[in-house]
């Protein structure tokens, strides 16, 4: 199972960051995103579709329908400038797979 | 709290085995799944597979025939080798507890850098 981000995205401070992953038919999935700022490990931000983990801020959001996900992140700080990562758990093979990766530039 | 920590030597030769252990606090191994991700330098991230708390373990199939994980509950920590190691394998290396029902990773180690050199 392949998804697909892509590499790369540049927000203003203050605008919204929305952040796809495709992949077939992931509605039928659990989309997972992390966030991994430079030097650090990666943080879960997004489980299971759209719940966020306790500590995440509300500006973090996400959704899951047809053969796109997003993560969306609203009024985009500089301090969100990060790696971010979409993971879900293909149950037909039982394995968990990582998207490529979108680098969020902060203008 | 859930902490996990990777230990293990930073440097590996060519051809030889790798090994790294996590070990967990604030939580209970034979409670969960565990998973062992790496990423090399620059790279992405790649689920390497999980052991669950029953001790079985799953692989990605593009490492199979060289991984091994394994789990001591008596030390509340779990094990990964990786054999035959060239210097695609260098990597940060990290362990992390893995939601079975869902497949999510929700809490990590903070890394293990491994260079595989002679």
């Known amino acids: 199972y392949v998804l697909t981000q892509p590499p790369s995205l540049s927000v203003a401070p203050g605008e919204t960051a929305r952040i796809a992953c495709g992949g077939d038919?992931?509605?039928?999935?659990?989309v997972h995103w992390y966030q991994q700022k430079a030097g650090q490990a990666p943080v879960l931000v997004i489980n299971?579709?759209?719940d966020r983990p306790s500590g995440i801020p509300e500006r973090f959001s996400g959704s899951n329908s047809g053969n796109t996900a997003t993560l969306t992140i609203s009024r985009v700080e500089a301090g969100d400038e990060a790696d971010y990562y979409c993971?879900?758990?293909?149950?037909?093979?039982?394995?968990?797979?990582f998207g490529g990766g979108t680098r969020l530039t902060v203008l | 709290q859930v902490q996990l920590r990777e230990s293990g030597p930073g440097l590996v030769r060519p051809s030889e085995t790798l090994s790294l252990t996590c070990t967990v606090s604030?939580?209970?191994?034979?409670?969960?799944?565990w998973s062992w991700i790496r990423q090399p330098p620059g790279k992405g991230l790649e689920w390497i597979g999980y052991?669950?708390?029953?001790?079985?373990?799953h692989y990605n199939p593009s490492l199979k025939s060289r991984v091994t994980m394994s789990l001591d509950t008596s030390k509340n920590h779990f094990s990964l080798s990786l054999s035959s190691v060239t210097a695609a394998d260098t990597a940060v290396y990290y362990c992390?507890?893995?939601?079975?029902?869902?497949?999510?990773?929700?809490?990590w180690g903070q890394g293990n850098l491994v260079t595989v050199s002679s």
């Open positions: 299971y579709d759209r």
């Open positions: 604030g939580e209970s191994i034979s409670d969960y799944f």
């Open positions: 038919n992931i509605r039928s999935k659990s």
């Open positions: 992390a507890r893995d939601e079975a029902e869902t497949g999510g990773l929700d809490y």
């Open positions: 993971q879900v758990w293909d149950i037909s093979s039982d394995h968990r797979v």
């Open positions: 052991i669950s708390h029953g001790g079985s373990p």
